[in-house]
């Protein structure tokens, strides 16, 4: 099994660590047996940071938005298992 580490890093000042939590449990129930661990990082200034194995996958200030638990799950199999089919959670096939 390869190591892969998800980090979410979020502003502890606006709150978001339910947010943060919740999406932690969302991964590690979609990708219980590819993830090591997934971690929280309290952090300041309106940070939401989402990243593997230490590459930003998501950044709420650069999208300007918060992400959809869909499109997480969506970023994170494309990193580690491209082919893996997500179910109802996956993008439609064209």
């Given at each position: 099994m390869s190591k892969?580490?998800?980090?979410?890093?979020y502003c502890t000042q606006c709150r978001w660590l339910l947010r943060a939590a919740w999406l932690a449990q969302e991964l590690l129930t979609t990708f219980e047996q590819d993830l090591t661990s997934v971690a929280l990082k309290p952090g300041t200034g309106g940070i939401f940071e989402i990243t593997l194995n230490?590459?930003?996958v998501f950044s709420r200030k650069a999208a300007g938005r918060f992400p959809e638990a869909k499109e997480v799950k969506q970023l994170?199999?494309?990193?580690i298992d491209p082919e893996r089919d997500l179910g109802h959670s996956d993008k439609a096939k064209e």
């Open positions: 892969n580490i998800v980090e979410i890093t230490d590459v930003t994170i199999r494309d990193c």
